[in-house]
């Protein structure tokens, strides 16, 4: 008998709470000393503490059958510039926390260990939802999407063309305009510079 017992695995809320506690300690070791961001470090702080109980609602309301469907997204329209001075908003770009603390990066590996549990697997399938949620974490820490987490029926990106090149048209031949002949003086007599040196006989 082997006494080594295997520890249950942690629920999937449970196990995403575990890594982003650890990953908002991090975060705050590293950036907390440089006042200069510390209104972007709160908002990110409070970002990240909101991420597991958004999965936990979204597993509560999929068990109670009060999941909706989840909508298309549309194209989002330009906005138009605010009359106010813009809110602070999260960073963007791939792996733009590991850009403000590099330390964060070790988290990567463990977030993808928790898509790859069969648990994840089958909730995605069940919930696509769950992939809104769990996509920014891939993209601030600078992951590759796994294709569990691809959208679903997402057309692949068309290939980018060039323009095509308007070559200028040839330059038209003109036709000088009609010039008027020049007239010349009539011919006058012609003297050979060699009769001075002969007398007559």
């Given amino acids: 008998m082997s006494v080594y017992t295997t520890e249950p695995a942690l629920p999937l809320v449970a196990h995403l709470g575990l890594i982003i506690g650890n990953l908002r300690a991090t975060f705050a070791n ?25 999965l936990e609602r979204l597993i509560a309301a999929l068990q109670a059958g009060r999941l909706t469907p989840p909508r298309k997204s549309a194209p989002r ?16 770009g791939n792996a733009w926390l590991v850009k403000l603390a590099q ?52 057309p692949p990106p068309a290939p980018t063309r060039p323009p095509p090149r308007r070559h200028a048209p040839p330059p038209t031949w003109t036709p000088p305009p009609n010039r008027q002949p020049e007239t010349l003086d009539p011919p006058g007599p012609v003297t050979s ?5 002969y007398w007559p006989i």
Avoid: D, K
């Fill in 30 to 54: 590293h950036t907390g000393h440089n006042r200069a961001i510390a209104p972007l470090v709160l908002l990110i702080w409070t970002y990240l503490g909101r991420i597991a109980p958004r």
């Fill in 77 to 92: 329209a330009t906005p138009a510039a605010p009359a106010n001075p813009p809110r602070l908003r999260l960073p963007t």
């Fill in 103 to 154: 330390r964060t990066a070790q988290f990567s590996g463990q977030l993808e260990a928790l898509v790859a549990r069969p648990e994840m697997a089958e909730l995605l399938a069940t919930a696509p939802q769950a992939g809104r949620i769990l996509r920014p974490l891939f993209r601030m820490l600078g992951c590759a999407l796994p294709p569990v987490l691809r959208r679903p029926n997402a």
């Fill in 193 to 197: 510079p060699w009769r001075s040196f």
